[in-house]
């Protein structure tokens, strides 16, 4: 699968846009928190330059779509998420989000995460979604049932650089 440019879509607090390098200053403030980060796969941000890497990335690399949230009004980008193609399994499609500190227990990861999975549900077919989080972050695991899924199993997963692993949950929804 391909990089597909992700439409812009909205609920009743956010738009969903693509990330551009002008949101770089914006999405270090996420990035590079370790309260927000604690439980990514990803290695904390530390400069300006790493988040434009990412960026830049985003575009050629990612399989699915890749979305900045933004409030609506100031158009002010407080986090991202994206969905696509689990890698385990591809008829099952994954997402992930995180979203800036001062912006949690607001309702407004679960209204982010709930408007990728419509999308992808109404505009491309999807049936089946996953997603996990660690077990030391529930909160996470609230968004996931929010959404509709539910609790499958247990498992791990390790950071990207294989550094560290966290116990898991691992969460589904099969639609009709």
Not at 6 to 32: C, G, H, K, N, Q
Not at 101 to 115: I, P, S, V
Request: charged residues 25%; proline residues 6%; contains cysteine.
């Amino acid at each position: 699968m391909n990089y597909y440019p992700p439409p812009v879509l909205e609920t009743e607090r956010l738009i969903l846009r693509p990330i551009t390098p002008e949101d770089a200053e914006a999405a270090f403030i996420w990035l590079s928190d370790e309260r927000v980060n604690r439980f990514m796969p990803y290695n904390i941000y530390s400069n300006l330059d790493e988040v434009l890497h990412w960026i830049n990335d985003l575009i050629p690399a990612h399989d699915g779509f890749q979305w900045g949230f933004a409030l609506k009004g100031s158009n002010q980008l407080i986090g991202s998420g994206d969905i696509g193609p689990h890698k385990g399994n591809p008829d099952e499609w994954g997402f992930g989000y995180n979203i800036r500190y001062d912006f949690w227990n607001q309702g407004l990861t679960t209204e982010a995460a709930k408007r990728m999975i419509k999308f992808a549900y109404d505009e491309l077919g999807i049936r089946d979604f996953c997603s996990e989080h660690a077990v030391d972050n529930p909160a996470s695991g609230k968004v996931m049932e929010k959404c509709g899924l539910k609790f499958e199993r247990y498992g791990e997963y390790s950071t990207f650089d294989g550094k560290q692993t966290f116990k898991a949950k691992f969460y589904t929804l099969h639609t009709d």
